[in-house]
Nanobody, 123 residues
């Protein structure tokens, strides 16, 4: 399975970006999907997860109310809409496929990882 993330870029604080992730084949349609991020010098952290049906989501407290995760199983894609971005949201964002069907924030529950896409928010 290969995951290709896209949509990152540079935006001013308060702006919006949408990052997307496409899977190479129909893997993950029965698995939860997630987004994580990693800033320089920091550990990779959970951002959002969505269950296999696309009906249950989880968010990190730091992004609740600003970010929305969604998936399209027919297209093998998962998106992360990011609104009201803050400088502290700057990081490389990674999409991932979980071993399990339920949404989860546990990093070690994820088996396949994309290459990451850079998001930079200027103040």
């Amino acid at each position: 399975v290969q995951l290709q993330a896209s949509g990152g870029g540079l935006v001013q604080a308060g702006g919006s970006l949408r990052v997307s992730c496409a899977a190479s084949k129909r893997t993950g349609s029965n698995n939860a999907l997630g987004w994580f991020r990693q800033a320089p010098g920091k550990e990779r952290e959970f951002v959002a997860s969505i269950d296999w049906r696309g009906t249950v989501t989880q968010y990190a407290d730091s992004v609740k109310g600003r970010f929305t995760i969604s998936r399209d199983n027919a297209k093998n894609m998962v998106d992360l809409q990011m609104n009201n971005l803050k400088p502290e949201d700057s990081a490389v964002y990674y999409c991932a496929v979980s071993l399990y069907s339920g949404a989860t924030s546990r990093l070690n529950s994820y088996r396949y990882w994309g290459q990451g896409t850079q998001v930079t928010v200027s103040s």
